[in-house]
């Protein structure tokens, strides 16, 4: 076995010591989140800044989910980011896999379209108008529709399929079966590392998603988590609750401001290790062909 060099022992160092620092950095702020979501009102009074609170307290939790807000609110989430990425997905998959295939008449002018929207929008005022006319106003098809298909995710889905052999489409037409059959029976089964990573990438995308709600839902009663969290933290207070509730305790906004950060983010950061192994191999894969 080769002896080590001083030299490269010091740089094996230099780059730990980095990727440490650039770790406690990244974590950082998750901490000061949580902390701050779980300290005690008198401890956030006395200390700004709380990284490990020395008495922890509930109190802004039970007083998030002590109204039908942030649970309803919650739930409204849920059922967007799964249908929207079900949408996406489907709508994707059923572009890319023709495009992948050379007989396609008119597939150059068509990958030259889809570019062009990755560079140039029909911006907010027309989308809006678009979306108005369209009758989506007041509807989640409105959050689904616009953002029905990424071009990025398209091009990189496109190059996944075209790595897969053509031997096994010629064998599945030969047994009888027709494009989508062989889409679903065939491509879909290989192609599932690819998929799951566009999955997370559209879900995140709506999960995280404000913007959008704010311009096309008026009703406050269907607006997912992200805009009320980000109207608790314009307004930086707890005056969100039901019309009926009143809140008995005493609660620091900036508290509930952590709470609902907190809130927000845990759902979508538990799918992480879930599909992280598929990150690498399905966006490489979708990515070495042009």
Known sequence: MRQRTWGSRAFDAANGLVLLLVAVITVLPFIFVLSGSLVSSEELLVRKIVLFPT?????????????????????ITVFITVVGTLINLAVTTLMAYPLARKTLRGRGKIMLMIVITMLFS????????????????????????????????????????????????????????????????????????AMATFALFYAVGHWNSYFTAILYL??????????????IVLLSSGGFTDAGTVAEMSVPPQSIKYAVIVVAAVPILLLYPFLQKHFAKGVLLGSVKG
């Open 55 to 75: 008495k922890f307290s509930l109190d802004a939790y039970r007083f998030l989910f002590s109204t039908k807000i942030i649970s309803s609110s919650l739930g």
């Open 122 to 193: 029909g911006g907010m005022i027309p989308t809006y108008l678009v979306v108005k006319n369209l009758g989506l106003l007041d509807t989640y098809w409105s959050l689904w529709i616009p953002s029905a298909i990424s071009a990025f995710n398209l091009i990189l889905l496109k190059n996944f399929f075209q790595q897969l052999p053509d031997g096994l489409e010629e064998s599945a037409k030969i047994d009888g079966c027709n494009d989508l059959q062989i889409l679903y029976k065939i491509v879909i089964p290989l192609s599932l590392p």
């Open 218 to 231: 008026n009703d406050t009663k269907m607006w997912p988590i992200q805009v009320w969290l980000r109207q």
